[in-house]
C-alpha cells in the first residue's frame, strides 16, 4: 500500500499542516507532522476549554471505532518549551489512501499556551523512532511503524516547499518529485531521531567547508540551526547582520538578498542549496527592512537541528528499512 497528503504552510513557514483522518465516521484534523518526535496527539472533546482556540477537536465518543486504553497516559514537552498531555485511545487513522486500523491517538486534556494561540494546528503527528514515545505505561507506535509492514517500500518522504503546499508521501518514492539521484546517508537512531552527519557547508559561491555537523533531520523545527562557528561564518559575509539579543537570533537587512547557503550530502561530493531568501525567514518589524534569519545556533540544543529552512530546499526520503536518509535537490 501507499498514501501521502498536501502539507500546506503557515505564515513563514513556520510549520506545515497535514489533513490526517481519524475515526468512523472520519474526522479530519490538520495535523503537523514532526520527524523530531513519536506521539501523535490531538486537540480534542478532553481538551480544557480555556485552552482551545479554535482548533478542530477529535472526540472519539463519535467513533464507533474508537477504544480507550484505560490507565494509559502521555505528556510531552518540546524544545522550544511547549507542551502537552492527556489519555489514549486507539482508532483508525488515514493520511490519503494508507490506513491504520488500531493507531495510538493520544487526546490531549491539557496544551500549553502556544498550542492553544496556533488556532490552525489540531495536533503533532510524530515520525520520530519508537523510543521517543511518550506513552505510560506502554510506549505506543507511530504511524509509520505500523504502516511499514504493509508499504510497498518502507520508507516516507518529505517534500515541503516555500510559501506552497508539498507533500508527504508514503510507501514509494515519486520520480517526478527531485532531480538528480538521491545520495543515501547513515542514520544513527540510537537518540530516537533521524540524525545523520553532513560533512560541511558552502556560502555563496565560496569554496567548500569541510567539517562534520552531526544533526537531525526535523520537519517539526521551523529554522536550520547549526553549529554557532558555522552562523557566525554566514552572517559574517552579511553586511548590517547582527546577532540581536531582544530577538535572540540574528538578524539581517532583508535586502539585497543574502548569499546562498549548501550543506554537503554523503561523501562524493553533493549538496543541498538552500537560496538566499530562504534565510529571509521573516521581517522582524513593521519597516520590512530587518529579517530574521532562517539559519540560527544550535548551542544548548547539542546538535544541529536541519529543519523547514533547510527541509524545503530538498526532496528527502526517510527510510524505515535500511534506517537511512535521502537527500536530492528539486
Ligand atoms: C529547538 S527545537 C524548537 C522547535 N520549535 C520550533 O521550531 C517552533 C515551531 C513552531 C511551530 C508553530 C508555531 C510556533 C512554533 O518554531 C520556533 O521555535 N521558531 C519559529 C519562529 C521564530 N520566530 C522563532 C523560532 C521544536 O520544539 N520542535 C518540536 C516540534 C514542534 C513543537 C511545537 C509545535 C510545532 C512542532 C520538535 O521537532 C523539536 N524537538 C527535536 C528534538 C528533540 C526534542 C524536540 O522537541
Known amino acids: ?3 501521502g497528503a498536501v502539507a500546506t504552510p503557515e505564515d513563514h513557514d513556520v510549520e506545515y499542516l497535514t489533513p490526517v483522518s481519524i475515526g468512523t465516521p472520519e474526522q479530519i484534523l490538520n495535523l503537523d507532522i514532526d520527524t523530531g518526535s513519536s506521539d501523535l496527539w490531538v486537540f480534542s472533546s478532553e481538551t480544557s476549554r480555556s485552552e482551545v482556540k479554535g482548533q478542530t477537536l477529535y ?11 484505560e490507565g494509559y497516559t502521555w505528556s510531552i514537552s518540546y524544545g522550544d518549551g511547549s507542551s502537552s498531555a492527556g489519555e489514549v485511545y486507539l482508532d483508525t487513522v488515514s493520511i490519503g489512501a494508507l490506513t491504520v486500523s488500531s493507531q495510538a491517538v493520544e487526546v490531549a486534556q491539557k496544551v500549553s499556551s502556544e498550542f492553544t494561540s ?54 514509494y518514492i515519486d520520480p517526478n518529485a527531485y532531480t538528480g539521484n538521491i545520495t543515501y546517508v547513515s542514520v544513527d537512531d540510537s537518540q530516537g531521531f533521524w540524525d545523520w552527519t553532513s560533512p560541511g557547508y558552502a556560502i555563496g559561491s565560496g569554496s567548500f567547508e569541510n567539517t562534520t555537523i552531526k544533526g537531525i533531520a526535523d520537519t517539526g523545527t521551523s529554522l536550520l540551526l ?13 553586511s548590517g547582520a547582527k546577532y540581536d539579543s531582544t530577538q535572540a537570533g540574528y538578524v539581517l537587512p532583508c535586502s539585497p538578498t543574502p548569499p546562498d547557503f549548501a550543506f554537503g550530502v554523503g561523501d562524493d561530493g553533493a ?27 544550535d548551542s544548548g540544543i547539542g546538535f544541529a537541528i536541519f529543519g523547514d529552512v533547510a527541509l524545503k530546499a530538498a526532496f528527502v526520503v526517510f527510510d524505515g528499512g535500511s534506517k537511512t536518509l535521502g537527500w536530492a535537490s528539486k
Not at 511503524?145 to 506552497?164: E, H
Request: aromatic content about 10%.
Open 118 to 171: 496556533d488556532s490552525n494546528n489540531d495536533g503533532l503527528l510524530g515520525l520520530g523512532f519508537g523510543s521517543l514515545n511518550t506513552v505510560q505505561p506502554n510506549a505506543q507506535k507511530t504511524f509509520f511503524d505500523n504502516a511499514m509492514p504493509a508499504l510497498d517500500s518502507p520508507v516516507f518522504t518529505a517534500d515541503l516547499k516555500a510559501g506552497i503546499p508539498g507533500r508527504y508521501n508514503f510507501g
Open 59 to 69: 472526540d472519539p465518543s463519535n467513533s464507533s471505532t474508537a477504544q480507550k486504553l
Open 1 to 3: 500500500s501507499t498514501g
Open 226 to 238: 547549526l553549529p554557532s562557528s558555522v552562523v557566525s561564518a554566514y552572517y559574517g559575509k552579511i
Open 271 to 297: 549538496a543541498i542549496v538552500l537560496p538566499g531568501k530562504y534565510i529571509n525567514y521573516a521581517p522582524t518589524g513593521s519597516s520590512g527592512t530587518t529579517c530574521f534569519g532562517g539559519i540560527q545556533g
